[in-house]
């Protein structure tokens, strides 16, 4: 008699979970450090116009929506020694940990065409382990309970990362020059050789989590060689026509990665401008941003049970929503203007984001195993470069929406004190453009079919199918 296991239903250990999460831990080291704090550092240390940086943040994006597709289907043809998809984390993780590093650095102070080589590289790379590693998750297990606790491991490590990216302005006062007045200079170009020290130490732990997640990680679920041989770059696009929970989830990656980008991005002026903080005030409450997930995730699983998979959405999304509510009060209003309700208000927010954008990644496998019922291919690879493609697509927007809407404002790196327009012009970026795409992602959220009954009996089937 087969067990589950023997069918694809296979259960990992604790050390294999914490493994596949310390991958997203690795890549929020990097990655997630170029999201919040590159268009910062082109602007107020590299000498960036923020326009100039927006331009270049759209254009990397298009050239990502050519890449991603690439790889998809070159990850789902290949069959390297080390795994399909596990060894794109050491083939992919080395030139990207470098040229994270690059992009950090002021030795050409001010060149667009360093910039955009480093910045697009850097991109590239990124693609040849997330795409891959986002496959990974599909390939380890077919039981929905265990990608749902696998989910929270990896959400609770890639938070852990998280949390020591927005640590960023404490470390680089390390390293940075010291002024008149005593207080570390971080945000000017003297600063300079403190944010490649920095970021160097991030890449490089980074890349010591991806060997990590490699060496704990075994691919059990996967398309065979035969099937591999057929991919194609243009089946991701032939997917994402047929597969209609895809489709959403695609739209909804875009919409929730748009408003996280758009905000984090943000973090740095608001406290910077609006706030006046301190370094360590602005790691407190970037700290505040991500500590709800150690509260929080591991509760996901049962609270997915009580509420359902929706409902948990719902829930969450418009907490997130309630929190920017009452951060734009709290600064409009002087009374209210104090740095304790910012960080209450910071707290609720993040709370609705965190749970909601890190549960979105669950529902991954299920479309690839939804593609497999209805079209006889398990292409992992493929339908991660897609959703890879969408996030990307939302990132984009979260580096040219702010330049964007900076250089519209009028902001200059050079004030100390901004002007009101420019002023609100970051708060809105904080609080009300993430506001508005958090209430369209709950309508897309909304269209998603694939409950957990449903999703079992597919797996059921498929593995009856195989059989």
């Not at 294999?16 to 997203?24: A, K, M, P, W, Y």
């Not at 060894?87 to 001010?110: D, V």
């Not at 100390?416 to 506001?435: D, F, H, K, N, R």
């Amino acid at each position: 008699m087969e067990t589950n296991e023997e069918k694809g239903f296979y259960k990992l250990s604790w050390l294999q979970r914490i493994g596949f999460g310390s991958g997203d831990m690795a890549q929020n080291l990097i990655y997630q450090t170029v999201s919040i704090w590159l268009l910062f550092f082109y602007t107020n240390v590299y000498g960036l116009d923020p326009g100039t940086a927006a331009l270049m943040f759209l254009i990397v994006r298009l050239v990502d929506v050519l890449w991603d597709p690439m790889v998809g289907a070159f990850v789902d043809k290949g069959n390297p020694k080390w795994g399909k998809y596990r060894s794109w984390l050491i083939l992919g993780g080395i030139p990207l940990a470098g040229l994270s590093i690059l992009c950090f650095w002021n030795g050409f102070s001010g060149s667009v065409v360093y910039a955009y080589i480093t910045y697009v590289g850097m991109s590239m790379c990124y693609t040849l382990v997330n795409v891959p590693y986002g496959a990974l998750n599909s390939s380890l297990t077919r039981d929905t309970n265990e990608i749902t606790v696998l989910t929270s491991t990896r959400m609770f490590m890639a938070n852990l990362g998280a949390l020591i990216v927005k640590s960023l302005p404490m470390v680089i006062a390390i390293f940075a020059p010291v002024a008149a007045n005593g207080e570390a200079i971080t945000d000017k170009p003297e600063a300079a050789t403190a944010w490649f020290i920095t970021m160097t130490i991030f890449a490089l732990a980074g890349l010591a989590l991806l060997i990590f997640c490699f060496a704990q990680c075994k691919e059990r679920v996967v398309m065979d060689q035969k099937e591999s041989e057929n991919v194609k770059a243009s089946d991701l696009w032939t997917e994402f026509l047929r597969n209609r929970p895809l489709r959403v989830l695609a739209f909804f990656f875009i919409t929730a990665f748009a408003m996280m980008s758009v905000g984090n991005a943000a973090d740095a002026y608001f406290m910077n401008y609006n706030v006046g903080a301190t370094p360590l005030m602005t790691t407190a409450f970037m700290w505040l941003g991500t500590i709800p997930a150690f509260i929080f995730m591991p509760l996901v699983p049962a609270i997915k049970r009580k509420i359902g998979k929706k409902g948990m959405f719902y829930l969450f999304l418009g907490t997130a929503i309630v929190g920017m509510a009452m951060m734009y009060i709290f600064v409009q209003v002087e009374s209210l203007k104090r740095f304790d309700l910012l960080c209450v208000a910071q707290f609720v927010k993040s709370t609705g984001i965190i749970v909601a954008t890190g549960y979105m990644w669950a529902l991954v496998p299920e479309v690839v195993s939804y593609g497999e019922y209805t079209s006889g291919r398990r292409i992992a690879g493929i339908v991660n470069a897609l959703t890879g493609l969408f996030f990307k697509a939302g990132m984009a927007l979260g580096g040219v929406v702010p330049g964007m809407v900076l250089a519209m404002v009028g902001f200059n790196a050079e004030l100390s004190q901004q002007t009101p327009m420019a002023e609100q012009g970051i708060l809105w970026l904080v609080c009300v453009i993430p506001a508005a795409l958090l209430l369209l992602a709950i309508w897309i959220i909304s269209k998603y079919e694939l409950e957990d009954d449903v999703i079992d009996k597919i797996n059921k089937e498929i593995e009856a199918r195989n059989k």
